[in-house]
């Protein structure tokens, strides 16, 4: 079975520039979540939507914003771009229940010039 | 405090040695644990589930939860150099949306 998918692997953006990151979770997952992770970081959670409304929200900058669209794949919007973004954010999916389990996607990798 | 903390490492073992990787949480009411493994630049491998007290074999994995010290564990028994990567401990609570929450990861080197 497919995993999440993520597009794009790898991304090079400059300064004040926007990005769109892209999520198509495993087939049947209700939810979604993103992650933020810097070089020798943890991943730190950003936000999560379930059932196309936003679940949870982590240490997401005003800057950034996301949604889920009515295929359940989700979209990560972020805007004037500081060389601080520069990162690996994953997305995951599960479906919700009692022993919920968080797949995670191969990441995209933000470079901010 | 960091809600989950591990040892950042790295922890060394020989080829065929048990590994023993340790977490401590500090929510009590944290109900489902995990544990990933992650290779440099690669996305985080779900490895182990553990959801109540006591031991939970997978193979050469052995997950280990101890709800009242707040403490979880993976055992890798017979340790191999393909298992060197950076295990990061998660929990998660089980009411409503709660996001998961990860430990800074603890990285384990199996030399050969």
């Known amino acids: 079975a497919a995993g999440v998918i993520q597009s794009p692997r790898h991304l090079i953006k400059e300064k004040r520039e926007t990005a769109t990151l892209k999520c198509y979770p495993i087939?049947?997952?209700?939810?979604v979540y993103w992650y933020q992770q810097g070089p020798g970081q943890d991943p730190q959670f950003l936000i999560s939507f379930y059932e196309k409304m936003q679940s949870d929200k982590g240490s997401i900058p005003d800057r950034f914003s996301a949604q889920q669209f009515s295929d359940y794949h989700s979209e990560l919007n972020m805007s004037s771009l500081e060389l601080g973004d520069s990162a690996l954010y994953f997305c995951?999916?599960?479906?919700?229940?009692?022993?919920?389990?968080?797949?995670f996607g191969s990441g995209t990798q933000l470079s901010v010039l | 405090q960091k809600e989950v903390e591990q040892n950042s490492g790295p922890l060394s073992v020989p080829e065929g040695a048990i590994a023993s990787l340790n977490c401590t949480y500090s929510?009590?009411?944290?109900?489902?644990f995990f544990w990933y493994r992650q290779y440099s630049g690669k996305s985080p491998e779900l490895i182990m589930s553990?959801?109540?007290?006591g031991d939970k074999e997978d193979g050469r994995f052995t997950a280990q939860l101890n709800k009242a010290s707040q403490y979880v564990s993976l055992l890798i028994r017979d340790s191999q150099p393909s298992d060197s990567a950076t295990y990061l401990c998660a929990v998660k609570e089980n009411t409503g949306f709660q996001k998961l929450v990860f430990g800074t990861g603890t990285r384990l080197l199996v030399s050969p």
């Open positions: 553990i959801y109540s007290n």
């Open positions: 087939s049947r997952h209700d939810t």
């Open positions: 929510d009590r009411v944290s109900q489902s």
């Open positions: 995951a999916s599960s479906f919700r229940g009692p022993n919920e389990k968080l797949f």
